[in-house]
């Protein structure tokens, strides 16, 4: 198995980098600030979040949320996109959760934040965690597709059932009020993509294979 992989020079801790961003977005340095990343779509499961944040904001008020990415074609088309800005709404979150729409400085978002939720109801090999890991931000992601081999569980964070906002809220709430196990599990996941994740062992394996091949063909 060759996993997808993530280049650990783009991705990584940088405290001023991501303080510009807060200042940017007017969010203050000690907020506490979670964010997703994907096109907006029902599979990426962004509504799940949305409700979620409803329940973090109770024990966290001062919590505030992203949710980067454009939308998708089925996403503009079955209006799941104006379905989320009325559920903002409708959950009086219009205060604490941002849409960002398409934004080319990934990188520097999640240096940004406290930490990266991924609340998707089917993944392949997802980059998000490995991005979020290599930046040493803790994740707390959906227990489908490879997420589970890419997220040690409790080490560089929490995997939570999909479709349960319940879960998705305690995991949440649970990181945002421990700075140091959130630290703890930053460091694990930049550690763990350097060490399993990264883009120069992908090429290296994938280079074998092809010279595997080579070599029997001749």
């Known amino acids: ?44 499961g962004q509504h799940v ?19 980067a990415g454009g939308e998708s074609q089925g996403a503009t088309r079955d209006g799941y996109s ?9 959950l009086g979150l219009s205060h604490c959760v941002k849409f960002l ?16 939720v991924q609340p998707s109801f089917i993944e392949a090999g997802p980059l998000v965690p490995l991005e979020a890991m290599a930046t040493g931000v803790p994740v707390v992601a ?13 080490i560089t964070g929490i995997l939570v059932p999909p479709g349960d906002p319940m879960a998705l809220a305690e995991a949440t709430i649970q990181l945002l009020r421990d700075s140091k196990r959130r630290q703890r599990m930053g460091e694990a996941g930049r550690i763990r993509v350097k060490t399993h994740f990264e883009l120069s062992q992908q090429a290296r394996k994938i280079a ?6 080579i070599t029997a063909n001749y």
Request: aromatic fraction near 8%.
């Open 1 to 44: 198995v060759i996993y997808n992989a993530v280049n650990t020079e783009e991705f990584y801790p940088d405290p001023v980098k991501g303080n510009n961003i807060r200042r940017e977005l007017g969010i203050s340095p000690t907020v506490p600030l979670v964010a997703s990343f994907g096109n907006l779509d029902e599979r990426k």
């Open 49 to 67: 979040l949305i409700q979620a944040a409803a329940r973090v904001v109770e024990k966290v008020p001062e919590a505030r949320f992203l949710i």
């Open 82 to 90: 104006r379905w989320l800005w009325h559920l903002v709404a409708e």
């Open 101 to 116: 729409g398409t934004r080319l400085d990934v990188p520097d978002l999640m240096r940004a934040v406290d930490l990266v």
């Open 142 to 154: 959906t227990n489908v597709g490879a997420n589970s081999e890419e997220i040690v569980d409790g």
């Open 208 to 213: 074998s294979i092809y010279e595997t091949l």
